[in-house]
């Protein structure tokens, strides 16, 4: 048993060095000359209700074809099923829900600082439905980024479909200080295949040169923007030149101010000090114009009219409104690696690990102001505007795949309706990408990305979770359900329920190098 702070200084030498890469595919079946799912019931993604049982044909990895075989609570019409053949692989999916692949529009591959793994990662990803991942930043290096994207697009490593946004001026030598330099560290990013540029905020000039010449090269673009910028850049100066997404909220509710120009800092703020940093931007949206006033309008509009995408990643900051709840969430003791256990506690150097003096008066703040930006994302969804799901697991106490299926539930929780969830986290985000034609829903000549499910996410979002949902057996016993069952992802099929066990035995195996069991911050005796 861990008992002192020793054996974890050995993690760091671990955690500091490169990521380790996704090892060879030894997961996964096909893809098929043809695969038919028989029986389940589809949730499509496009808005539609739920229809079954249906047999989902599918030839290589694309969609062929869905076929209506009967109705609930008689027997199938064998007469309309699809016929099989030698060369045709059979799934049972009876009692099964059938969803398009999740698409995670905030995923960081794993990071030095954690010590996560990319299988490790990328494991719990696919485990939990995600079959494209957008990753913000790219902070372990474009090179290894673009390798990793590639082996995924060739399925040479069991992870998901993945898109390359590279942190701004990444690689460059020296700070970039002029509008040309900005045009050439985009070109460059372009002819090296990236997908697209993550923001914190930059100089009004730079930011629309580096803007402008993303777009003429076709790049994606996102944007957190930082309170070290977002005095001078919020989310209408972005959007105005070009930016497509937003990350989070920061540059949101600066935009909605009426009675001020700069967020009202406490005066003694650092914002090197993350317990000030996390603890005042609790107070912001209170400082913001609310429904109905004149600036929420016509920022509400503008934002809707430029096409304008939110990802708001409520999960990640779901520890502000409750701590206790975030670090004894069920998952930890068998699916957290030690060293990433170790990068949440409070620590005045790790980023997201400001729990210095967090307490009920911070989490009310939060609590209150997640009511209002729930309530400005669920407003912004019902008028029209694209809101898509992400987690930015890896911080917070939040690990990867169980931070998205927790995304779900706080958009559940904004007011959304699960069809509208479960539309925000495959539809929305393959809209985003410049993907919808291919992924988002289950149609037929889509890729096959699909998820099948034991038991029904719109009664309860729960049942995605890797580790099931609590309910009670007829005999009056505890009992775990639910779970994603399979995983399809370009038509090569994952037992999620193998992918889960993999990723056990591997926090198994740290575990026992290390002598170590997870703790309750603040417990570990000296």
Do not use: C
């Not at 076929?67 to 199938?76: A, D, F, K, Q």
């Not at 399925?155 to 690689?171: C, D, K, M, Q």
């Not at 030598?173 to 090296?192: F, K, M, N, S």
């Not at 037992?495 to 170590?516: C, F, G, I, S």
């Amino acid at each position: 048993m861990l008992t002192s702070l020793t054996p974890v200084s050995g993690l760091v030498p671990q955690a500091a060095a490169q990521v380790a890469p996704a090892p060879d595919r030894s997961e996964g079946e096909g893809p098929f000359t043809r695969l038919i799912i028989r029986g389940g019931t589809l949730i499509s993604g496009t808005g539609a209700p739920p229809t079954g049982p249906v047999d989902i044909v599918i030839e290589g990895n694309r969609i062929a074809n869905i076929v209506n075989v009967g109705y609930p609570g008689v027997p199938v019409n064998e007469s309309r099923r699809p016929a099989a053949d030698e060369n045709t692989r059979e799934i049972d999916a009876e009692g099964l829900y059938i969803l398009p692949g999740f698409v995670d529009m905030h995923g960081h591959m794993g990071g030095s600082a954690q010590g996560t793994p990319a299988e490790y990662v990328f494991k719990l990803w696919l485990a939990h439905g995600i079959t494209t991942v957008r990753d913000p930043g790219s902070y372990n290096g474009l090179e290894w980024s673009l390798h990793q994207k590639a082996r995924s697009a060739r399925n040479e490593i069991t992870a998901p479909r993945l898109h390359v946004y590279l942190s701004f001026g990444r690689g460059h030598q020296g700070p970039i200080t002029t509008p040309e330099q900005a045009r050439g560290w985009v070109r460059q990013l372009a002819q090296q295949g990236g997908d697209g540029i993550k923001f914190f905020g930059l100089r009004p000039d730079l930011m629309a040169a580096a803007l402008e010449e993303a777009n003429r090269h076709g790049l994606g673009s996102a944007a957190h923007h930082a309170q070290l910028n977002v005095a001078w850049m919020n989310v209408l100066d972005s959007s105005a030149l070009g930016l497509t997404t937003m990350e989070h909220w920061y540059g949101l509710p600066e935009a909605l101010f009426q009675d001020r120009t700069i967020q009202h800092y406490r005066l003694d703020y650092n914002y090197m000090n993350e317990q000030h940093r996390f603890e005042e931007a609790g107070r912001l949206w209170a400082q913001a114009a609310g429904p109905g006033t004149p600036r929420y309008e016509y920022v509400m509009q503008t934002l809707l009219d430029r096409d304008f995408t939110l990802v708001p990643t409520f999960n990640i900051y779901d520890a502000n409104r409750d701590l206790m709840r975030a670090y004894t969430a069920e998952w930890h003791r068998d699916y957290t690696l030690p060293s990433l256990w170790e990068f949440f506690q409070p620590n005045r150097i790790a980023h997201g690990s400001y729990w210095f003096n967090w307490g009920i008066e911070q989490e009310v703040l939060w609590k209150d102001n997640y009511r209002r930006w729930m309530a400005f994302v669920n407003d912004y969804k019902n008028r029209g505007g694209r809101v898509a799901t992400g987690s930015d697991s890896g911080y917070i106490f939040q690990i990867y795949g169980f931070g998205f299926i927790r995304e779900l539930e706080m958009l559940r929780e904004a007011g959304f309706h699960p069809l509208e969830v479960l539309q925000s986290a495959s539809l929305k985000g393959a809209e985003a990408l410049g993907m919808a034609g291919e992924i988002g829903t289950v149609e037929p000549g889509k890729l096959a990305d699909l998820v099948l499910v034991n038991g029904n996410p719109l009664e309860d979002l729960k049942v995605l979770y890797g580790t099931g949902v609590l309910r009670i057996s007829a005999d009056n016993r505890p009992e775990r359900r639910g779970g994603v069952r399979y995983t399809i992802k370009d038509g090569i099929v994952y037992d999620a329920q193998e992918l889960l066990r993999n990723v056990r035995e591997m926090v198994r195996l740290e575990k026992e190098r290390l002598d170590y069991e997870i703790y309750l911050p603040g417990t570990l005796e000296e």
